[in-house]
């Protein structure tokens, strides 16, 4: 069964700590995303991929970080550093970074500051 | 900064109706795309339309894309209570890498 999994669902993090969202594809896709949605909201681009040990930051990358050490799998960590995590988080995959491929989506992890 | 802009942001309308969404953007394209997300969940493909195609049709939706006017739109034929979602259009922008870029969405309401 293919597809893109993002784990947790619900996260809560408390002031000053670091959180690691998980997502994990098996479509074979070289392009992985990472999108924060706020309420009544588009999505906003925080860091993309489209090789291993590559990436790159989209519009809203300060305070967050990633890594692409497998092809499968594009760890978003909010850092403390970010003033204000709490958001829908979505991760994406697409087959390539070139053109007209449409992009596969998980489910989205709900973070929450307490 | 956000590409796309849906028009309207909220839509209701009766089971059997049409609904039509529309998005406006600001630079030249790949390709313009529409995606679908239920309350709470993960955004789901609709449709693909690249810069050189007017007009394409899957099942009840039908799309066009005027880049003249940098405009699209989206049809869905008569609607269903489970056509209920938030409905974005995304935009692939040319440069060396392709990213997609998001509207803010069109929430659309078909009631029973």
């Known amino acids: 069964d293919g597809g893109i999994t993002q784990s947790p669902k619900y996260l809560f993090r408390k002031e000053g700590q670091n959180v690691t969202l998980s997502c994990e594809q098996n479509?074979?896709?070289?392009?992985m995303y990472w999108y924060r949605q706020d309420p009544g909201q588009g999505l906003r681009l925080i860091y993309y991929?489209?090789?291993?040990?590559?990436?790159q930051k989209g519009d809203i990358a300060e305070g967050y970080s990633v890594s692409r050490e497998k092809k499968e799998s594009f760890p978003l960590t909010v850092t403390s550093a970010q003033k204000n995590p709490t958001a829908f988080y979505l991760c994406a995959s697409s087959s390539s970074g070139h053109l007209n491929t449409e992009a596969f989506f998980g489910q989205g992890t709900r973070l929450t500051v307490v | 900064s956000q590409q796309g802009e849906e028009d309207p942001q909220a839509l209701s309308i009766q089971e059997g109706e049409n609904a039509t969404m529309n998005c406006s953007y600001k630079t030249s394209i790949n390709n313009l795309q529409w995606y679908r997300q239920n309350s709470g969940r993960g955004l789901v493909h609709l449709i693909l339309i690249r810069s050189n195609e007017r007009e394409k049709h899957s099942g009840r939706l039908r799309v066009t894309l005027d880049t003249s006017k940098k405009s699209s739109s989206l049809l869905i034929t008569a609607s269903r209570a489970a056509d209920t979602a938030s409905y974005f259009c995304?935009?692939?922008?040319?440069?060396?890498?392709?990213?997609?870029?998001f509207g803010k969405g069109t929430m659309l309401l078909v009631s029973p």
């Open positions: 991929s489209q090789i291993v040990n590559d990436f």
């Open positions: 479509l074979n896709h070289d392009a």
């Open positions: 995304a935009t692939d922008v040319f440069s060396g890498y392709s990213t997609l870029t």
